[in-house]
């Protein structure tokens, strides 16, 4: 059983749309992110949700907006697509985001290009 | 100048050899420090989770965290074609990632050639 499940793996899609990214979680952790990976490989970090709660939002567009249904779910609407959105996208979880005997597990990524 | 530096390689090696890749970072509050390995489109894989300074080994792997030098290194014996991947240093506040998530290191390409 995958542990942190991304869908879809892969989007294309043309500027100026709208999009959903949908991430899932079976370990049963409180606390979910949404991490940038770039052209240069570089990760970052977007959002934190902890219990479905948003407890930090970096200095993302607001095109950008999470939702997380409850503590295993945290999805990703980006709205009005721009050709710098182009990368790939990971979410990861950890039991909570304070105190763990775990750091964080990530998924598979979604790659996201624009055309 | 950012947060963690790591040297982006690629970095290659013939099969068998001792592998070093290192990071050095600038927020000396950092106090959990981990090694991820990275396949060509996947996600990152967590291999070494260590606390302060000190060594922790597992295998073939040994982390080494120098906390009054800001350095973290990770040395891989007898490596493995197999062990051909893009590693990532990672660090953080709180043993779960903290509210900020974990801070990375760009990642270094490695290369074990058989």
């Known amino acids: 059983d995958t542990a942190v499940s991304q869908t879809p793996k892969y989007l294309v899609t043309q500027m100026g749309n709208d999009k959903s990214i949908k991430c899932e979680q079976n370990l049963g952790h409180d606390t979910m992110y949404w991490y940038k990976q770039d052209s240069k490989k570089f990760l970052k970090i977007m959002f934190s949700?902890?219990?479905?709660?948003?407890?930090i939002n970096e200095t993302v567009p607001n095109r950008f907006s999470p939702k997380s249904p409850d503590k295993a779910h945290l999805n990703l609407h980006i709205n009005s697509l721009e050709l710098g959105d182009s990368a790939v996208y990971f979410c990861a979880s950890s039991h909570s985001y304070r105190f763990s005997n775990q750091p964080q597990h990530f998924g598979d990524g979604t790659r996201l290009s624009i055309l | 100048q950012k947060e963690v530096e790591q040297d982006p390689g690629p970095l290659s090696v013939p099969e068998g050899a001792i592998v070093s890749l290192n990071c050095t970072y600038s927020n000396s509050a950092f106090q959990y420090f981990m090694w991820y390995r990275q396949y060509s489109r996947k996600g990152p894989e967590l291999l070494m989770y260590t606390y302060s300074s000190g060594n922790k080994e597992d295998g073939r792997f040994t982390a080494q965290v120098d906390k009054s030098s800001k350095y973290i290194s990770l040395f891989i014996r007898d490596s493995q074609p197999s062990d051909s991947a893009t590693y990532l240093c990672?660090?953080?506040?709180?043993?779960?990632?903290?509210?900020?998530?974990?801070?990375f290191g760009k990642g270094t390409h490695l290369i074990i050639q058989p």
């Open positions: 990672a660090m953080s506040l709180y043993s779960g990632g903290g509210a900020d998530g974990l801070t």
């Open positions: 949700y902890n219990n479905k709660e948003l407890i």
